[in-house]
């Protein structure tokens, strides 16, 4: 009777199910903004800017850059389908990239204020010197090749990788492009001579204009890779909505 008693009075398992992922807000509406302004515009200026490099395709260091000169780099011939407009046309392909380097440039400007208000850099992009140290750095390229991204004690922190990246290309790369950019207008460097003497030359501002550029043509490429890795679906609404949920914990 005691046996029995006890397994009447242990109730029946039951099936429970798993709790919902957590949703976290993580991008803020200025985030989302530019992220999608610059998709659009980083595409239009690739696209009219490889058009403007097969009109020349050669790159050099210094003041002058003409055929006679030795070239430090020859690009390959961009191809029609990803050119701007598909057809040679170098006079369309310029207002293009100047119309869109406008956008970029203001952009650039608005997303910065906006996040020195809400705090988005100090908060989210500041690179604290532990993080740099070899330990860590070795702790988050093992934890990207298990295909973890996220801390699960702090899901909205950004990785040491994220902020290097998202540093580099808010601070360097597009400022490096927006001046050069400047630099090959001779207007410009009339009114601001410093520019030429910043950049080098007319010559060397064309070469880093191509070197910013093919960075954020990599940074591109990494980012899809890695929202593909991540959930793509989950990685879109949240740039959308601006609404994250966090992935269950990987063993």
Known sequence: MTGESAILDDPAPQDVAPPAPATIYRHRVATRLWHWINMITILIMIGS??????????LYWGNY???SDHPWYNPPHMPSWLTLPSHYNLAIARRWHLL??????FGLLGYMIASLVNRHFQRDLRVRAGE???RHLWHDVKEHLALRFHDPKNPTAYNIFQKLAYVSVIFVLIPAMILSGLTLSPAMDAAWPWLLDLMGGRASARSVHF??????VIFIVVHLVLVLLAGPINEVRSMITGRWRVPEEKA
């Open 132 to 134: 740099l140290a070899p």
């Open 100 to 105: 869109f380097a406008l956008v970029l440039g």
């Open 49 to 58: 800017g490889a058009t403007i490099l097969n009109a020349h395709p050669h």
């Open 211 to 216: 070197i910013a550029a093919t960075g954020i």
């Open 65 to 67: 850059g003409a055929n």
